[in-house]
């Protein structure tokens, strides 16, 4: 059986973090010490649309130049910078088929720049309002992969707090 679209997204939560100082961009920052610093770079991409927003962050429809591959471009302002480190942690630490893959990252002046996956079907919300009626077995499919995502992260001893 096939993975669904739909996945596990970002997690937000306080987690203990190893740091180390870099130097990026003439400036000194401490950083996730799993991270490897990535120079600003996300001008690589052809932004589309907004296909998300929150507080403190937007989400783009992305595509990297001269490939055909799409992805999400999640914007945060530096104000939540703590927060972000967190997600960048944890996400960077997981590789499932059922939880949002995540690529690089770039920080600018104002921005952190999250570079993900683009998931083509939306969140389960969007699906479940676009059909009103699922088919039991497509209700069950979700629910296996919702549950698989989750047995892996909390194997990780990760707790989700966003799902979608």
Not at 9 to 15: A, D, E, I, N, R
Not at 119 to 143: R, S
Request: net charge positive.
């Amino acid at each position: 059986m096939p993975p669904t679209c739909v996945r596990l997204p970002t997690l937000l939560l306080s987690l203990p973090i190893q740091r180390r100082c870099c130097d990026l961009s003439g400036r000194s920052v401490c950083l996730p010490a799993c991270l490897s610093v990535c120079l600003p770079g996300f001008w690589q991409y052809h932004f589309y649309e907004e296909i998300g927003k929150g507080k403190h962050s937007v989400v783009y429809r992305c595509r990297k130049k001269k490939c055909v591959e799409f992805c999400a471009i999640k914007s945060v302002d530096k104000v939540s910078r703590q927060k972000v480190l967190n997600e960048v942690m944890v996400l960077n630490s997981l590789h499932h088929r059922n939880v949002l893959k995540f690529h690089t990252w770039y920080e600018t002046k104002n921005h952190i720049w999250l570079i993900m996956e683009y998931c083509t079907g939306g969140d389960l919300l969007n699906v479940l309002l676009q059909d009103t009626k699922l088919p039991e077995a497509a209700i069950c499919h979700f629910g296996y992969d919702l549950m698989d995502g989750l047995q892996y992260i909390h194997s990780k001893s990760v707790v989700c707090c966003d799902l979608k």
